[in-house]
């Protein structure tokens, strides 16, 4: 399974970017983004279930940022809004095949900054 993000950029604090993942037409269980910020450990940021009928937010970015898939071409979204420096980071999609396991496919990451 190959994940692939892109999307990623310089945006200033308090505007908005939207990071992608597509895959090679492969369904899940379910998908999330996660982060790692420099000398910081991988925290999750968001899930999905693959119907999309069940989402679940980190608090930090709960109610700016949004995870959703589009049904044509499976790739998965974030959309980032009202940014602060804190959520610089490089940013993973990942997917799995069971919600009782990891998350066991992982994209190459793709790095966003937020200036102030």
């Known amino acids: 399974v190959q994940l692939q993000a892109s999307g990623g950029g310089l945006v200033q604090v308090g505007g908005s970017l939207r990071v992608s993942c597509a895959n090679s037409?492969?369904?899940?269980?379910?998908v999330g983004w996660f982060r790692q910020a420099p000398g910081k450990e991988r925290e999750f940021v968001a899930t999905m279930s693959w119907r999309g009928d069940r989402k679940k937010y980190a608090d930090v970015v709960k109610g700016r940022f949004t995870i959703w898939r589009d049904n044509l071409d499976l790739t998965v979204y974030l959309q980032m809004s009202s940014l602060k420096p804190e959520d610089t980071a490089i940013y993973y999609c990942?997917?799995?095949?069971?919600?009782?396991?990891?998350?066991?496919?992982w994209g190459q990451g793709t790095q966003v900054t937020v200036s102030s």
């Open positions: 037409g492969n369904t899940f269980s379910s």
């Open positions: 990942a997917a799995r095949n069971s919600d009782y396991r990891t998350y066991d496919a």
